[in-house]
Every structure is written in structure tokens, then in C-alpha cells.
T-cell receptor, first 118, second 114 residues
Framework: GAVVSQHPSWVICKSGTSVKIECRSL??????MFWYRQFPKQSLMLMAT?????????EQGVEKDKFLINHASLTLSTLTVTSAHPEDSSFYIC??????????????FGPGTRLTVL | RKEVEQDPGPFNVPEGATVAFNCTYS??????FFWYRQDCRKEPKLLMS???SGNEDGRFTAQLNRASQYISLLIRDSKLSDSATYLC???????????????FGQGTTLQVKP
């Protein structure tokens, strides 16, 4: 159980276009989903926390108008990179939080989306 | 100062060697600690959680020292398949029903050679 999918797995687009990435929890409900970005040879950096039915919480330095997040259901969150530029090329990974018993709660990661902006 | 610091390596070791990775974290309020493994161009996968009492899973042993804010991972009898980047991860939130926010270290790269 606890499978998270992402679509697409990779995308190449022209500068100025918008790209939507989907993150789905396949076999559990996720009240909270997280969006990360990873540049080559660097670690994952949290971009935003997405809560079902409410506005996302963005990390410092992440432009909310550029990275639009929608979490309309308990199994789906989307990240739209608007007017993408070459510097937005990166590996975007989502994770879904599943509330466990007691105080230990887990995050399950999607396989990631590799975005290349030409 | 980074919230979670690791030696990026790479660590190049022969098969069968024992290798240890270290990690320090800056937020004393951190509550949960993990080691993740990430293969090239893949998502991170949970390797093991880390507890104050220390925990072992086969060839892998993780230790936590809260006083020193230090986490370690020991891999015994290294296999070629252990080659990957190992990420030290810290979660500062301990609220029931809340998954919290994971802070990732830069990762330590391990290359196991035949």
C-alpha cells in the first residue's frame, strides 16, 4: 500500500509555456501533500505544503504566483509551473502524507517529474 | 548554516567493507529522524527511521544522539547494490495527525566497488 504516482514522468517544453504536474495517492487519502524540487547534485528542497481544500503554504523564496498548487481532493494535488524558463528545469517530486497511529506520520514519495525548459 | 549537514562524499569502498555516514542537525526541536536512499534520477525511498535507542535492520544500523544533535548510519558488508546517495532527513513536527515538514540533508554518495 501507500503508492503515490506522478504524471508526467518527464516533460520538455519551450520557454514561456505552462506545465502541469499531477500527484496522486493511489490507495490512501492524503490530507497533506508536499512539493519538492531537486537540482542536480543538490538535495530536495521543499517548495510548498498542499492541504486539501485550502491554500498551499509556500516556503520562503518560492513564488506562489509562479508555482500554482491545487489540492482539490484527498487523492490529487497539482503543481503548475507558469511561464516556465530554463532556470525552472529541475526534478519535481511530490509526497503524500498518511496519518498513522500515534504520533508517527509518514510521507510517501512519487517517482518524480523531470522538467526541461528549452 | 544548513539545517541538516552531511559530508557529500563520495565514499568509495570495496565490497564487504563497513562504512559509516554522519549527519548533524541544527534545530534542537527536531523530533523525527530518518535515513532515505536515493538512486540516480529516482525519488528518495525510506531506508529506516532513527530512534534514540538505536535501531538495526539487517546490515544497517542507525544511531541518534540528541544531546549532540548527531545521526549516524552504519552499513556492514557493503554490496554493490548499496551504491546510492544516502539522505539524512529530519522532521521538526510532532503533532498527532500532522505529517510535518521533512528537511533533507545534501546526501552522501556511496560507491561500492567490486
Amino acid at each position: 500500500g501507500a503508492v503515490v504516482s506522478q504524471h508526467p514522468s518527464w516533460v520538455i517544453c519551450k520557454s514561456g509555456t505552462s506545465v502541469k504536474i499531477e500527484c496522486r495517492s493511489l490507495d490512501f487519502q492524503a490530507t497533506t501533500m508536499f512539493w519538492y524540487r531537486q537540482f542536480p547534485k543538490q538535495s530536495l528542497m521543499l517548495m510548498a505544503t498542499s492541504n486539501e481544500g485550502s491554500k498551499a503554504t509556500y516556503e520562503q523564496g518560492v513564488e506562489k504566483d509562479k508555482f500554482l498548487i491545487n489540492h482539490a481532493s484527498l487523492t490529487l494535488s497539482t503543481l503548475t509551473v507558469t511561464s516556465a524558463h530554463p532556470e525552472d528545469s529541475s526534478f519535481y517530486i511530490c509526497s503524500a502524507g498518511r496519518t498513522g497511529t500515534g504520533s508517527y506520520n509518514e510521507q510517501f514519495f512519487g517517482p518524480g517529474t523531470r522538467l526541461t525548459v528549452l | 548554516r544548513k539545517e541538516v549537514e552531511q559530508d557529500p562524499g563520495p565514499f568509495n569502498v570495496p565490497e564487504g567493507a563497513t562504512v559509516a555516514f554522519n549527519c548533524t542537525y541544527s534545530n534542537s526541536a527536531s523530533q523525527s529522524f530518518f535515513w532515505y536512499r536515493q538512486d540516480c534520477r529516482k525519488e528518495p525511498k525510506l531506508l529506516m527511521s532513527v530512534y534514540s535507542s538505536g535501531n538495526e535492520d539487517g546490515r544497517f544500523t542507525a544511531q541518534l544522539n540528541r544531546a549532540s544533535q548527531y545521526i549516524s548510519l552504519l552499513i556492514r558488508d557493503s554490496k554493490l547494490s548499496d551504491s546510492a546517495t544516502y539522505l539524512c532527513v529530519v522532521n521538526t513536527v510532532l503533532i498527532s495527525g500532522n505529517t510535518g515538514k521533512l528537511i533533507f540533508g545534501q546526501g552522501t554518495t556511496l560507491q561500492v566497488k567490486p
